[in-house]
């Protein structure tokens, strides 16, 4: 059963699932202990939790939720995983997997639905969600506080390591397999360590999950050496685009090019890194154009380029090195904003010495 504090805010949930619910608040890094605590009393109360994250779930948001459902079968709870889109064949190794259920509509009851990696409602596509109390656990700089419960710590490399901590909290054992799913987190949300929160914290995360059972080697070698024909394909299509201005590239690819490749929507992940690691280039874009005609755009930059204001301003967000978001198309428009925007935030940078790149 929900505590009373925590049950008087379910009973009270918001009309506007968008808006953050009465008494909700940004938690900072700077006082973890306060929604780590709360979160677990929550947890410890309840008997059946849903566990979801956003659509098209990347190796972050599958490997989190995976791993809280871990935590939350050790304490002797039901937990339900859901999302919208299947998950990507890349992260179907994964312990546990099997678990998670693909569904546009949760019913329940539960005792708390906990969203991991969402900024609001509709980034997990999934309906019903607001008639339950809501946990929002999230590490991106755009994340907003619009649940019941809100931990936000934009210093977190993952939203993994913040599901790691509550099991620190908990008392829970880190299993082989727990640490498997949590170490997929760090790798794929930091790009194998090149981007993101990395700190010398990081790597002694990585540290203790592959001594609790975490096999480096076989992670690395199912995330970035176990990619489907289509995939490679799809590359191929996007690099025959390639552009470069400058400091600036970017490619795309259109409807035609993912039926002509038999691509997945998934295969297009990572395909952006390619533009972003041409040598003298800050700034990398890369467009997909979805089956309804919109736009999917990925961005990556280096150093202080913050490509998530950008993707902020159109809906979007991420990360301040790697972000994204939708546009209306179509493609050839929906590229010039986005160049308009990203090359306002080349040239603000200014001129670079001579010598550098």
Not at 10 to 18: G, I, R, T, V, Y
Not at 70 to 86: F, I, N, S
Not at 299 to 314: H, P
Request: net charge neutral.
């Amino acid at each position: 059963m929900i505590p009373p504090t925590r049950k008087s805010q379910l009973d009270a949930s918001p009309a506007n699932p968008q808006a953050a619910p009465a008494g909700a608040e940004r938690v900072e890094a700077s006082s973890p202990a306060g929604p780590v605590d709360s979160i677990l009393e929550v947890l410890r109360c309840g008997e059946r939790f849903l566990v979801c994250s956003h659509t098209r779930p990347d190796g972050d948001a599958v490997g989190s939720m995976l791993a809280l459902g871990m935590l939350l079968e050790q304490m002797g709870k039901r937990a339900d995983l859901v999302t919208a889109d299947r998950i990507p064949l890349l992260y179907r190794h994964l312990p546990g997997v099997s678990a998670v259920r693909s569904s546009l509509r949760v019913d329940g009851p539960y005792d708390a639905a906990i969203l991991l990696e969402c900024d609001g409602l509709d980034r997990t596509r999934l309906l019903g969600l607001e008639r339950f109390f809501l946990i929002n656990i999230d590490h991106h700089i755009s994340g907003q506080p619009f649940a019941h419960l809100n931990w936000i710590d934009c210093g977190a490399a993952s939203v993994g390591e913040l599901v790691l901590r509550l099991v620190r909290a908990a008392g829970a054992r880190v299993t082989p397999e727990m640490a498997t799913c949590l170490y997929t987190t760090v790798l794929t949300d930091t790009g194998g360590f090149c981007y993101g929160s990395i700190r010398a914290s990081t790597f002694a995360l990585a540290r203790e999950l592959v001594l609790a059972g975490a096999d480096p080697v076989a992670v690395a070698q199912d995330v970035f050496f176990s990619m489907p024909t289509s995939k490679i394909l799809l590359l191929g299509a996007a690099l025959n685009n390639l552009k470069r201005e400058g400091r600036l590239a970017w490619l795309w690819v259109s409807r035609r090019d993912m039926l002509r490749t038999c691509a997945a929507e998934e295969d297009s992940e990572g395909i952006v890194n390619f533009a972003a690691c041409i040598d003298g280039v800050e700034a990398a874009v890369f467009l997909r154009e979805a089956p309804d005609g919109r736009i999917r755009v990925s961005l990556r930059s280096k150093g202080e380029l913050n490509v998530a204001a950008i993707a902020g301003r159109l809906a979007g967000g991420g990360h301040k090195n790697a972000a994204g978001c939708t546009l209306e198309g179509p493609l050839e428009r929906a590229r010039d904003e986005i160049l308009a925007e990203l090359r306002r935030l080349v040239a603000a940078l200014g001129e670079k010495p001579a010598g550098l790149h």
